[in-house]
């Protein structure tokens, strides 16, 4: 296999997902930010959760994923008979060989496309449980790993519909992510009663990129640098979920390091080798949202998840730029400090004193800082 260094592997990176976005558009059309995510979390060795009413393209845009990456591919249909064996697999007793052998279930594969995931009961549900957290299946005592990249693409109906089980909690907080895809625009609905009113476009999809590859992006991305003033201010986000009086359940550790998985995906994909605050909080509703549990009282207000997610970013400080480190390169141009006790340059003089700085509350903003 090629070997890249980092910044080539940045560069083979924007080029292959831009061909994945391009392939994945060509079948879902005017929804350019849902692709976006999708590509994301896929670099981020996520799981992704498309939740929307009936006939929007969920099972479309998973189907458009998979196979704009030559990779295996397998569909499980949820429904409440499914069994969790047929997920996982069995082993079926061989009469030749006087021994059990193992059939392997649809799991087995790089890309799970679970449709209409809440259909079927939450046992059956709970068969996804480890290998989407180990990425391994045990059956009757023997572990067997799965494929790399190994993703879950679900789909789900909201819990308003008939013959439909909420997913538990375990369940939500193994996906990365949750978006909903919404209704296209007119001019997009236009455009895809031209594209898809003969012939499907997903017929004549061809893969652009190959699993190796994709192995080895998710690679590239793990390089990406993460400052400690932005991994604490994924972990104040998360935080402030969890003392929020309008919600009884916030996110997890889990959810904290899925954020910044995420983030350092979205800034890979921009081209950056580093992630800022800004990829954080355009990734916190999506990651954060579905994994939290509004109280009682909040859901009789008609107050969403999304909406503590947004009000909690409104609150919370975003941090600026890091001070320069004592490792990194002066800028061009720049005179060096002189020692301690040597006299300073003519013209220059000792710095005014500098007036404390008043203090910030929990909930406010400090002066000067951005907000979202």
């Known amino acids: 296999m090629t070997t890249y260094d980092e910044r080539a592997s940045l560069s083979d990176l924007t080029t292959t997902a831009e061909r994945i976005r391009r392939s994945v558009e060509g079948v879902i059309e005017g929804k350019p930010e849902v692709v976006r995510l999708s590509l994301t979390v896929l670099l981020a060795e996520g799981h992704l959760l498309l939740e929307d009413v009936p006939g929007v393209g969920k099972t479309m845009l998973a189907k458009a994923l998979a196979k704009s990456i030559d990779c295996s591919v397998r569909r499980i249909q949820f429904t409440p008979d499914l069994l969790p064996s047929d997920i996982t697999g069995v082993s079926v007793y061989d009469q030749q060989q006087k021994d059990f052998e193992f059939k392997p279930g649809a799991i087995f594969s790089q890309i799970v496309i679970g449709d209409e995931i809440n259909r079927a009961s939450p046992k059956t549900q709970s068969a996804l449980l480890e290998s989407m957290e180990e990425r391994q299946v045990t059956i ?33 907080d ?10 296209p625009s ?20 061809q893969p652009v990129a190959h699993a190796h590859e994709i192995a080895k992006l998710i690679e590239a991305v793990r390089e990406v640098h993460v400052a400690e003033a932005v991994r604490r201010y994924a972990v104040d986000l998360v935080s402030a979920t969890r ?3 309008d919600l009884r359940l916030g996110a997890s550790p889990r959810a904290t390091l899925h954020l910044l998985r995420a983030a350092k995906a979205a800034a890979a994909l921009t081209g950056r080798d580093f992630a800022l605050p800004d990829d954080v909080q355009s990734l916190a509703v999506a990651v954060l949202a579905h994994r939290l549990l509004p109280t009682a009282q909040a859901q009789l207000n008609r107050r969403t998840a999304e909406q503590v997610v947004t009000d909690i970013l409104q609150r919370t400080p975003v941090p600026s730029a890091a001070p320069r480190g004592a490792g990194q390169q002066m800028p061009p141009g720049a005179a060096p400090m002189p020692p301690p006790g040597a006299p300073l340059p003519p013209g220059t003089g000792p710095l005014p004193p500098v007036p404390p700085a008043p203090p910030v509350e929990y909930g406010q903003q400090p002066p000067g800082a951005r907000r979202l």
């Open 140 to 172: 009757d005592g023997q572990t067997y790993e799965l494929p790399t990249p190994f993703m879950v693409v679900a789909t789900q109906n909201p819990i308003e519909m008939e013959g439909t089980y909420p997913l538990p909690e375990a369940q939500r």
């Open 174 to 183: 193994r996906f990365m992510a949750r978006v909903s895809i919404g209704y």
């Open 186 to 205: 007119p001019q997009a609905e236009l455009q895809m009663l031209d594209i898809h009113g003969g012939v499907s476009p997903l017929d004549d999809l």
């Open 243 to 245: 003392n929020h009086p």
